[in-house]
C-alpha cells in the first residue's frame, strides 16, 4: 500500500461500498462445489492412499488418532434391500444344497457345535474404508462343503441372504480356503442384524460384497452365477487390491 | 426474556432485555434479521444439528450399537439431508424473503481487501458492513458444503445407478466434507455463545445500535441513509 494512492488506502476502507466490487464469495461457493467434484473424481485415488496411510497407524479397530480421521476404520453399513431383516437365533435355518450328496438345514446351534475358527484379520471395502484386526470366529466353508460332501460336478458355490435380494458366489477352489468362514461373532460377539446376523460370509482376501451378510442358503452349482453387486459392475474375483481399479493392501 | 413495559424502540417494537443492560441511555434497537431469516435460521439449525447427531450415529460404530434403530436413524438423515436447503431456497423465493436475498448479496460480497480482517493487527483498518468476512466465508463455506454433502449423500442413499469409482469417491468426499461442515457448524455455534448479543439477535431480530456502530458500522451508516432518503 504505498505510491500514490498510499495516502487513499490508508484511510478506513468501506468493505461493502467497494469502488471495483468483486463477488469472490460466488467464485469460493463454486470453487468448494469444484473441490467436492474434483474430491469424488479422485476419491478413489485418494482413498488407496488414505487407506495405506491409516493402515500403518490402526493397529486396534476403533482406537487411536487414525480412528478420529474421516474414513477410518469404521464399519459402514450397506443393505441393499431397504430394512435390516432381523431373524432371531432360534429361528435361524442355513440351508446347504444343491450338488451335494446330503442335503441340510442347519440351525446355529449345529453351527455352532462343529469345530470353530478364529480368525483376526482387516475388513476392506471396495468403497474405501478398512477395519483392521476384526475378530471373527465361525466354521470353515470347506468344513461345512466336506460335511455334506461336494458332488463331481460342483465348481462354484452360490450364497443368498435372507434379505430376499443378495446374492454372492465363490468358486469351488475360493471357497475351500483356510480364510473363508461362516461366522456368527464378529468384533469379538454375536454378529449383529446390522453386520449380517446372526450368521454370515467372511471371505477374508476378498472386498466386503464377497462377504455375504445374513447368509440363508449355501448351493453348490456347476458354474456361479455372478452376484447382486457384480451385476452392477463389480469384479466377480473380487480380491483386495487386485480387482475394482484398487491397490488396497491385501489381507494377509 | 421479557422487556420492560412500555419501553419500546423508535420502530414501536420491544427493546430487548440485552439492549436495557447496554450502558448507553439512549440506546435504540437496529432490525438485523427479519421474521424470514430468524425462521429460516433456526428451521436451518435444527436440521443441520439432527443431521450431525445421526450422521454421527451411523458413522460411529460405539453409537451405533448404542442407539440401535439403524434404519429409523438413515431414513431420518436422509430425509432432513435432502430437506436441508429447503428452507433457503423457500425463504429467497418469494416476497418474503427481500431480507434473505439481499443479505445472501452481502454474505457472498467479498472484496478483495477483507482478505486483511484475518489479520488482526490490519483489522482496525477496515470498515465492516453487516457481515464480516469470517461471517462471509462461513455461510458461504457451509451452504456449498451442504451441497456438496446433498449431493454425495444422495449417491450413498441410492448407490445402483451409480458405477463403482463414482461410490468410492462420494464415499471419501462425504466423509471429509461432513467432518470439515462439523467443524464450521461448531465454530459457529462456538462463538454464538461468545457473542450473546449476536446469538440473541437472531432470536429476537434486533441489536443495539451501540454494538452495531462497533462491529458493523458501515451497516448502521447505510441504514441511517436509507432512513434519510425515507424521511
Known amino acids: 500500500m504505498t505510491g500514490k494512492n498510499g495516502e487513499v488506502n490508508e484511510s478506513v476502507e468501506h468493505a461493502e461500498t467497494p469502488s471495483e466490487p ?20 479422485l476419491g478413489p485415488g485418494l482413498s488407496n492412499i488414505e487407506s495405506k496411510f491409516l493402515n500403518i497407524f490402526s493397529k486396534k479397530p476403533g482406537t487411536g488418532l487414525a480412528s478420529l480421521l474421516p474414513g477410518a476404520s469404521q464399519f459402514r453399513i450397506y443393505s441393499v434391500t ?15 444344497g444343491g450338488l451335494v450328496r446330503v442335503p441340510r438345514t442347519l440351525t446355529l446351534a449345529d453351527l455352532m457345535n462343529m469345530p470353530a475358527t478364529s480368525l483376526v484379520k482387516d475388513f476392506q471395502c471396495v468403497t474405501g474404508w ?5 475378530h471373527w470366529k465361525g466354521v470353515m466353508l470347506r468344513d461345512l462343503l466336506d460335511a455334506v460332501g461336494v458332488e463331481p460336478g460342483a465348481k462354484a458355490v452360490e450364497f443368498a441372504s435372507f434379505d430376499g435380494e443378495y446374492t454372492e458366489s465363490l468358486t469351488l477352489a475360493e471357497a475351500r480356503r483356510a480364510d473363508v468362514i461362516i461366522a456368527y461373532e464378529m468384533l469379538g460377539a454375536p454378529v449383529t442384524p446390522e453386520h449380517g446376523g446372526p450368521v454370515r460370509l467372511y471371505v477374508a482376501p476378498m472386498y466386503g460384497y464377497k462377504s455375504a451378510k445374513w447368509l440363508k442358503s449355501i448351493t453348490l452349482v456347476r458354474a456361479g452365477v455372478p452376484g447382486f453387486w457384480e451385476r452392477n459392475g463389480y469384479d466377480v474375483e473380487g480380491w483386495i487390491g487386485r480387482s475394482n481399479g484398487r491397490t488396497d493392501q491385501p489381507v494377509d | ?3 420492560r413495559a412500555g419501553s419500546v424502540d423508535r420502530m414501536g417494537e420491544p ?8 450502558p448507553s441511555p439512549m440506546a435504540e434497537s437496529l432490525r438485523r434479521f427479519d421474521a424470514t431469516e430468524r425462521v429460516l435460521h433456526w428451521v436451518t439449525a435444527i436440521d443441520v444439528l439432527t443431521l450431525i447427531v445421526t450422521g454421527a450415529i451411523l458413522y460411529f460404530p460405539s453409537f451405533s ?4 434403530r439403524r434404519l429409523l436413524i438413515e431414513n431420518i438423515h436422509t430425509l432432513t439431508g435432502i430437506f436441508a436447503l429447503v428452507p433457503l431456497v423457500v425463504a429467497m423465493w418469494g416476497r418474503w424473503g427481500a431480507m434473505v ?6 454474505l457472498t460480497t467479498l472484496d478483495q481487501r477483507e482478505w486483511r480482517w484475518f489479520d488482526r493487527t490490519r483489522r482496525m483498518k477496515l470498515e465492516l458492513g453487516k457481515f464480516n468476512p469470517g461471517q462471509k466465508l462461513n455461510a458461504i463455506f457451509s451452504t456449498a458444503g451442504l451441497v456438496v454433502l446433498l449431493a454425495t449423500g444422495l449417491v450413498l442413499r441410492f448407490p445402483n445407478p451409480f458405477p463403482l469409482p463414482i461410490r468410492q469417491g462420494a464415499t471419501f468426499v462425504h466423509d471429509w466434507f461432513a467432518f470439515a461442515v462439523g467443524l464450521l457448524v461448531f465454530g459457529h455455534i462456538g462463538f454464538a455463545f461468545f457473542h450473546p448479543r449476536s446469538l440473541w439477535s437472531m432470536l429476537s431480530g434486533r441489536i443495539d445500535r451501540h454494538w452495531a456502530e462497533m462491529h458493523a458500522p458501515a451497516w448502521v451508516r447505510e441504514l441511517d441513509r436509507n432512513e434519510a432518503k425515507v424521511e
Open chain 1, 22 to 41: 468483486k463477488r469472490i464469495g460466488r467464485r469460493l461457493f463454486l470453487s468448494v462445489i469444484g473441490l467436492g467434484v474434483v474430491g469424488v473424481a
Open chain 1, 82 to 96: 431397504n430394512t435390516i431383516p432381523i431373524v432371531a437365533n432360534d429361528a435361524y435355518r442355513l440351508r446347504v
Open chain 2, 15 to 22: 427493546i430487548s432485555q440485552l439492549t436495557e443492560r447496554d
Open chain 1, 130 to 134: 478398512r477395519v483392521p484386526n476384526v
Open chain 2, 1 to 3: 426474556m421479557t422487556s
Open chain 2, 65 to 68: 450399537v448404542r442407539v440401535g
Open chain 2, 101 to 106: 436475498r439481499s443479505d445472501v448479496v452481502r
